[in-house]
């Protein structure tokens, strides 16, 4: 079997003032695999994602990400591109005036030149049926072209693994059926938060639940 | 032979007109588009905003500078003019006129009382000096001419061709940056307090002037303060996710400058000439 893409073993985490978190998380993801991460609210699923690439940092217990254990901020800075986060409020993603800037922005920073990035925007946009949204303004967009928008953002940066942070919240029934077919025809591995029952059994095909700072299977 | 000729004819035409098809299609209306657009538009709007920005910057930093009345009014002169060619919507441009003056003539309605110097004239026995009305007399001229620049220079700025064309001109990162998460998240912002305000509307919430009333626009405001430091701190796990350490790259290239542009910087520069002369001359 192949190297696992990330493996979590016995992290612990607390915020700094409260309740632990995470105590003794497991966790494994191979190429391929497309797990639903379940639990209730306020459990800790969005603190497991920004522990994954490095945004948290784990009391204890090791991250391994792409066969490497990671550390310190600058073993992070090489997961990220690699391991794309969908956050949950395309707001704090999108941040430049223009969609083209906001998807050319990750290219960028991967030291891309700008003509090899205009390619890659268009391309992108292509891909999800933003034809024409080059220059519309980020804050003026609907929810669901965020949200759409967003995706882009991180599908430029060619990322193996997608961490996906409740993508469904308050999209509309037909947005909703769009990024269900975008995420069926992607080849990456992903882990997806949501409570839309319906939109996990369509898109994953293995369930973890955290409870009481464990990851069970099933 | 005429065949083939006929037949290489036609070959030519359409090999011309099939790369052509889509453009005689698309340039035509375009181009027509955009010269209907220029015609009707007022010129100042066809000129790079760049130059826009840098004469707008030229111009008040030299109107500060002035202490001549008949300079000032010249530069008063120059800004109305300015407005005419730039056409802007009279309601808005009124009201922003209005709203400065207001907050000017109430700032400056103490200045001659304050200033020493010849007596004018006494109000409930203090005296106004000359020297005081001559000054707010200046800083009104001063504050109109430049405001009236800005708003038929910059006006028909949008926020975001205004934050590339000071990119473009080579503006601090920072400030730039700064200025347009400002434009991106101030409506942001806006729609947590909209929201939040709402929801105290709906539980009964009424400004009255008491310990209530106080207490609670202060946990509104608190809370739209920890709500924004939340969110600039996603923001910025956000840009980090995507690469970020600290640089930005932009993507904006500048259009060439044309005809019109050198004739506006031209312009621009006689009239910040013509300016100091003046002052100078009267001095």
Redesign the interface.
Same mark, same amino acid.
């Given at each position: 079997m192949s190297e696992p893409l990330f493996r979590l073993s016995d992290l612990h985490f607390a915020y700094d003032s409260g309740q632990p978190v995470l105590s003794g998380a497991h966790f494994t993801l191979r190429a391929g695999d497309r797990v639903a991460l379940t639990g209730a609210n306020g459990v800790g699923k969005t603190t497991l994602l920004h522990l994954m690439v490095g945004l948290l940092k784990a009391q204890a217990g090791q991250v391994e990400a792409f066969g490497r254990p990671r550390i310190h901020e600058k073993d992070f800075v090489e997961v990220r591109p690699r391991a794309g986060l969908l956050f949950q409020d395309s707001d704090d993603q999108l941040f430049c005036p223009t969609v083209s800037e906001d998807i050319a922005f990750g290219p960028l920073n991967l030291g891309k030149s700008r003509a090899e990035t205009r390619m890659i925007v268009q391309r992108a946009l292509a891909s999800l049926g933003l034809e024409g949204f080059e220059n519309r303004v980020t804050h003026k967009l609907s929810g669901g072209q965020r949200r759409l928008v967003a995706l882009a953002t991180v599908l430029v940066m060619n990322p193996e693994v997608l961490l996906l942070d409740e993508p469904t919240n308050a999209l509309d029934a037909e947005t909703r059926e769009r990024l269900i077919q975008i995420l069926d025809g992607l080849p990456q591995a992903m882990i997806v938060i949501s409570h839309d029952e319906d939109f996990l059994t369509r898109v994953t095909q293995r369930r973890v639940r955290l409870e009481q700072g464990r990851l069970m299977e099933g | 032979m005429n065949t083939s000729a006929s037949s290489s004819a036609m070959h030519s035409l359409a090999k011309v007109s099939h790369p052509h098809a889509s453009v005689t299609i698309y340039l035509p209306l375009k181009k027509g588009d955009r010269e209907g657009f220029r015609a009707s538009e007022p010129l100042l709007k066809t000129v790079d905003a760049r130059l826009r920005l840098a004469a707008c910057g030229l111009f008040a930093l030299i109107v500060v500078g002035l202490t001549q009345i008949p300079a000032l009014l010249t530069a008063l002169a120059l800004a109305g003019c300015a407005v005419l060619a730039a056409r802007p919507e009279l309601a808005p441009t009124l009201r922003c006129l209005a709203a400065l003056d207001g907050f000017m003539l109430f700032i400056l309605f103490f200045l001659p009382f304050t200033v020493p110097g010849e007596m004018v004239f006494s109000l409930n026995g203090t005296t106004a000096s000359y020297e005081g009305v001559l000054q707010a007399v200046e800083i009104l001229l001063k504050a109109n001419a430049v405001v009236l620049m800005i708003l038929a220079l910059l006006g028909s700025l949008g926020?975001?061709e205004l934050?590339?064309a000071m990119a473009r001109l080579r503006l601090p990162v920072k400030f730039v940056q700064l200025f347009? @998460?400002t434009? $991106?998240?101030i409506?942001?912002l806006d729609r947590e307090y909209r929201r939040l305000r709402t929801a105290m509307k709906a539980r009964g919430f009424r400004l009255r002037c008491d310990l209530h009333t106080w207490r609670s626009v202060g946990y509104l405001f608190g809370m739209l303060l920890v709500r924004g430091i939340e $969110?600039a701190e $996603?923001?910025l796990?956000? /840009?980090?996710? $995507?690469? @970020?350490?600290g640089?930005f790259?932009p /993507?904006?290239?500048a259009k060439p400058v044309d005809r019109r542009d050198y004739a506006f910087a031209g312009l621009s520069v006689a009239a910040a000439c013509a300016l100091i002369v003046l002052e100078y001359l009267h001095s």
């Open positions: - | 926020s975001v934050g590339h347009l @998460f434009v $991106r998240y409506e942001v $969110r $996603r923001i796990a956000a /840009m980090r996710c $995507r690469g @970020f350490q640089h790259y /993507m904006t290239e």
